[in-house]
């Protein structure tokens, strides 16, 4: 059964239902907007986005910075929520980024045929030919079958489409920050893009799961330049991957570990 939050709305209340939606995301990530403006409430063991990007953006540069802090990112999330010819498909894209950390290719790349519901997995194929079965929320299974439901998406033909059916391609990315760049000027000046909000993702999850876990997350490989000299004796479980996407999105996921345990 589809979430409530999810189901169709009438068109009058098209525009809250995403904003709505968009909210309940960053509460998922730890994030409300009482954050931005008060003190630090008692947080989980397991740091939230608002807790590690600050000191990730504080350990670097402003010309090595990668990672969007967490008011930031909620700014972001708000613009592409609440403008737009599409807010749900760019919604929808961050979301799709922001707990995959995937790349733009994959998710082009994505098809009805690789949304696994039993077990929350998306088949992503990437750069070198790289194929993998990367966790997700519910949520976002959900939301992506619905997708491809309401706009008509054959099987093996791509997941991601306008209104009218018709295949997104890259240059739906590049108006997106396009339009968040009008919105918030920072966005422009710094040239942020899908790949800060996959940055942002795998440093949280390289510094609250390690870096094997991360390496998973990423869809990095053993061979060429993804390899490094201990990769052979570290990697991480399905399992583990996972774990760490459980914790980001405060969702349960299938195959995630109990709290305590162990992939050994």
């Not at 961050?94 to 995959?100: A, D, I, N, S």
């Not at 949304?115 to 993998?132: A, F, N, P, Y």
Request: with cysteine; net charge neutral.
């Amino acid at each position: 059964m589809t979430p409530p939050h999810l189901a169709g709305h009438p068109p009058a209340a098209s525009q809250q239902a995403i904003v709505d939606a968009a909210l309940l995301m960053l509460q998922q990530m730890g994030l409300s907007p009482g954050d931005l403006v008060t003190a630090p409430r008692d947080r989980p063991p397991v740091p939230t986005f608002a807790e590690y990007v600050p000191v990730v953006s504080a350990a670097v540069t402003d010309g090595t910075r990668r990672a969007v802090t967490d008011d930031r990112l909620a700014e972001i999330c708000q613009a592409a929520a609440t403008g737009g010819d599409d807010p749900e498909l760019d919604t929808l894209l961050l979301r799709l980024h922001t707990e995959t950390a995937c790349r733009r290719g994959g998710a082009l790349a994505l098809r009805p045929d690789d949304l696994d519901s039993g077990q929350c997995l998306i088949r992503l194929r990437e750069k070198g030919e790289t194929v993998r079965w990367q966790p997700v929320s519910p949520t976002l299974m959900a939301r992506l079958i619905e997708h491809g439901q309401e706009r008509h998406a054959p099987p093996g033909g791509q997941l991601l489409r306008y209104r009218n059916g018709q295949p997104i391609t890259s240059r739906r990315y590049d108006g997106l920050w396009l339009r968040i760049g009008r919105v918030l000027p920072w966005v422009r000046t710094q040239q942020i893009s899908m790949h800060w909000i996959r940055h942002t993702t795998l440093t949280w999850v390289e510094r609250n799961f390690g870096y094997a876990v991360a390496r998973a997350y990423a869809g990095h490989t053993d061979r060429g330049s993804d390899a490094g000299a201990t990769t052979t004796y570290v990697r991480a479980t399905p399992s583990e991957v996972a774990t760490a996407l459980s914790s980001l999105t405060g969702e349960p996921h299938p195959l995630s570990m109990p709290q305590g345990g162990s992939a050994w």
